[in-house]
T-cell receptor, first 113, second 113 residues
Framework: QQQVKQSPQSLIVQKGGISIINCAYE??????FPWYQQFPGKGPALLIA?????SEKKEGRFTISFNKSAKQFSLHIMDSQPGDSATYFC????????????FGIGTKLQVIP | DAGVTQSPTHLIKTRGQHVTLRCSPI?????VSWYQQVLGQGPQFIFQ???????GRGNFPDRFSARQFPNYSSELNVNALLLGDSALYLC????????????FGSGTRLTVV
């Protein structure tokens, strides 16, 4: 049972373009939505995170858009660079009690020059 | 400042054997979680420990067990290894239970033959 659905599973974007990854969740108890970036041979690294009391959060070239009523959120990478080529995971957690993080399946992003 | 360190980095075991994976959290972090990442999938939650007590358990068989030591380091043990246990095992630490901002280690790549 996939509680966090992520799409697309792979994405090819030209350098300078916008990369968009979408996620949807089912559990309304989730109140913390991080995005992780993972390079081959490395563990996931926290990129940016949002809580459902805001609809958008921007950090540099990375923006999360959040739609609480639709239970959807997305990551936008502006001015995509070859160095952004990695696998991106959306995730969700309930920060009450212990914080089990539920991950999406991942999106493999390739930014071509 | 050291991040989350895991050992060993790679491991090859035979079906039916036992394996112990080790994790040292970031200094001052009291919460350690373990995740299994099968190739092409997002990490799946196995355990969380906080202050040396198990605080959460994912949907994994009893062959999987873990513990946390007084210095907050942790071990993940897997008995009676199956081919399907082949995966990247990730350890993540955070300062306080229930708070966001996990930091992941680079993982232990376990191959069961």
């Amino acid at each position: 049972q996939q509680q966090v659905k992520q799409s697309p599973q792979s994405l090819i974007v030209q350098k300078g373009g916008i990369s968009i990854i979408n996620c949807a969740y089912e559990n309304t108890a989730f109140d913390y939505f991080p995005w992780y970036q993972q390079f081959p041979g490395k563990g996931p690294a926290l990129l940016i995170a949002i809580r459902p009391d805001v609809s958008e959060k921007k950090e540099g070239r990375f923006t999360i858009s959040f739609n609480k009523s639709a239970k959807q959120f997305s990551l936008h990478i502006m001015d995509s660079q070859p160095g952004d080529s990695a696998t991106y995971f959306c995730a969700a957690a309930n920060s009450g009690g212990y914080q089990k993080v539920t991950f999406g399946i991942g999106t493999k992003l390739q930014v071509i020059p | 400042d050291a991040g989350v360190t895991q050992s060993p980095t790679h491991l090859i075991k035979t079906r039916g054997q036992h394996v112990t994976l080790r994790c040292s959290p970031i200094s001052g972090h009291k919460s350690v979680s373990w995740y299994q990442q099968v190739l092409g999938q997002g990490p799946q939650f196995i355990f969380q420990y906080y202050e040396k007590e198990e605080r959460g358990r994912g949907n994994f068989p009893d062959r999987f067990s873990a513990r946390q030591f007084p210095n907050y380091s942790s071990e993940l043990n897997v008995n009676a290894l199956l081919l399907g246990d082949s995966a990247l095992y990730l350890c993540a630490s955070s300062a306080v239970q229930g708070k966001d901002g996990y930091t992941f280690g680079s993982g232990t790549r376990l191959t069961v033959v």
